[in-house]
């Protein structure tokens, strides 16, 4: 267990859906990762928050979009939904913002859309 | 950019030594790690280089070669439980502060009797 967790394990929806997923950081962890893993791409860095703020952004749709809230919890807003979202969303957190740390992963979260 | 290669599938037998390598191209190198990850679970933290050199952890060792752009993840006294994904991650820095992790597709590892 590495002391991330993310809800909901699992979830089904449909096209043009929204969904919301969320994370929780290690305990003393200020920085939260998102990652996008589907069967042909590999493990994707979608964005970085750290303590609140935008760190780093890397392969992230305009239809997705996530905030880091002052209890450090973050969330990561997926919208209008295609069949191609369908993939593992991976929550990672580590000490501080600069990176030079081991990242800690999430369970993640399965998003099939229908 | 980036370019990461490791290959795609590995297979060896148990008790034995397997090396899974990796190249990669990148413009602003701060770092390489390994994770390794079963079908469906999250990623797990095996090693890390920033030198040059081999770090020993227990059964596994990384390698680094800043120069080459190489680094090979070695596993010693394979055991069944060590069928998995691979991942070789390459760490650099941005303009303007951070640093980005950018992943492998993955060596998938099967351990046979």
């Known amino acids: 267990d590495s002391g991330v967790t993310q809800t909901p394990k699992h979830l089904i929806t449909a096209t043009g859906q929204r969904v919301t997923l969320r994370c929780s950081p290690r305990?003393?962890?200020?920085?939260v990762y998102w990652y996008q893993q589907s069967l042909d791409q590999g493990l994707q860095f979608l964005i970085q928050y750290y303590n609140g703020e935008e760190r780093a952004k890397g392969n992230i749709l305009e239809r997705f979009s996530a905030q880091q809230f002052p209890d450090l919890h973050s969330e990561l807003n997926l919208s209008s939904l295609e069949l191609g979202d369908s993939a593992l969303y991976f929550c990672?957190?580590?000490?501080?913002?600069?990176?030079?740390?081991?990242?800690?992963f999430g369970p993640g979260t399965r998003l099939t859309v229908l | 950019g980036q370019n990461i290669d490791q290959p795609t599938e590995m297979t060896a037998t148990e008790g034995a030594i397997v090396q899974i390598n990796c190249t990669y191209q990148t413009s602003g190198f701060n770092g390489l790690f390994w994770y390794q990850q079963h079908a469906g679970e999250a990623p797990t933290f095996l090693s890390y280089n920033v030198l040059d050199g081999l770090e020993e952890k227990g059964r596994f060792s990384s390698f680094l070669s800043r120069s080459k752009g190489y680094s090979y993840l070695l596993l010693k006294e394979l055991q069944m439980k060590d069928s998995a994904s691979y991942l070789c991650a390459v760490r650099d820095r941005l303009t303007g502060g951070g640093n980005k992790l950018t992943f492998g597709t993955g060596t998938q590892l099967k351990v046979e009797l």
């Open positions: 305990s003393g962890d200020l920085s």
């Open positions: 990672a957190s580590s000490v501080d913002g600069t990176g030079e740390n081991e990242q800690f």
